[in-house]
């Protein structure tokens, strides 16, 4: 399904299933799956599908969502977008050393230095933390660090998998004109980070809503939000484990 550029402040992407779902660790039982294999991997060489340099295409891109922001929206025709920033506002919570359970807000900013820092990176305007629909497929959408300049990703997130996949006994839930879809991803982490811990099994899920709104034009807008929790498991840089809860919703789009 082809999906059309946003009006407002967030957009999403329906993604559907198909043959090349398969069983993904069904035999070790429950839940608690282990990762794909391309998803454990601790830093991508180069994100398929991604431009090996800024165009003048995707220069025309920004500044046409420049001004539409200027006007209050999104709404420029016949853009597509598969990038758009994530935005998220939420608390972590741990134990100090007095024992007591403290919570830190943290936000999408919060997440991408993290990650920054991890990687070497100390220009922040360089990157951005995005929401990137079907990034990782055939089990769905990822977040990832990308590049502003390329689009390129650098590291992986999160990854929302398995909101709606039949071959596992999982089903969204929709109405019956199609145009909203609620439904519960497990979320999975890739790499150790203060926010992020690397391991095999989802650590979290998210409650996720998709709208498709059709504006009097016929163009089809949508938007994608919900709640997000996870848990981060101690390591080396992280000595007291972490669980961390927020809502979030996506930016502008990106690429």
């Excluded at 990650?115 to 100390?122: S, V």
């Excluded at 079907?134 to 650098?154: E, F, H, R, W």
């Amino acid at each position: 399904m082809k999906m059309t550029k946003a009006s407002g402040i967030s957009a999403c992407f329906k993604t559907t299933r198909g043959s090349a779902a398969r069983d993904f660790g069904r035999s070790r039982g429950g839940e608690d799956r282990a990762s794909p294999e391309w998803a454990v991997r601790s830093e991508p060489t180069k994100a398929p599908g991604k431009r090996p340099a800024a165009q003048p295409l995707a220069v025309l891109k920004h500044a046409l969502t420049l001004a539409a922001l200027l006007l209050g929206g999104f709404n420029v025709t016949g853009q597509s977008y598969h990038e758009y920033k994530f935005i998220f506002r939420g608390t972590a919570y741990q134990t100090n050393a007095s024992g007591d359970i403290v919570g830190t807000p943290i936000t999408d900013q919060t997440l991408l230095q993290s990650q920054a820092k991890r990687l070497n990176i100390t220009d922040l305007s360089t990157v951005s933390l995005v929401y990137h629909i079907n990034g990782g497929p055939p089990y769905g959408d990822t977040v990832d660090v990308i590049s502003n300049a390329t689009g390129q990703t650098l590291t992986y997130e999160f990854g929302f998998y398995f909101g709606s996949d039949t071959t596992l006994g999982r089903y969204a839930v929709t109405n019956a004109t199609q145009t909203e879809e609620r439904r519960v991803d497990q979320v999975y982490t890739f790499n150790n980070s203060p926010y992020t811990y690397q391991n095999s099994a989802s650590l979290g899920a998210a409650y996720t809503c998709k709208r498709f709104l059709v504006d009097t034009s016929g163009n089809t807008n949508s938007i994608i939000e919900g709640t997000l929790f996870w848990d981060v498991t101690p390591t080396g840089t992280s000595p007291a484990s972490v669980l961390c809860v927020g809502n979030f919703t996506l930016g502008q789009p990106m690429f």
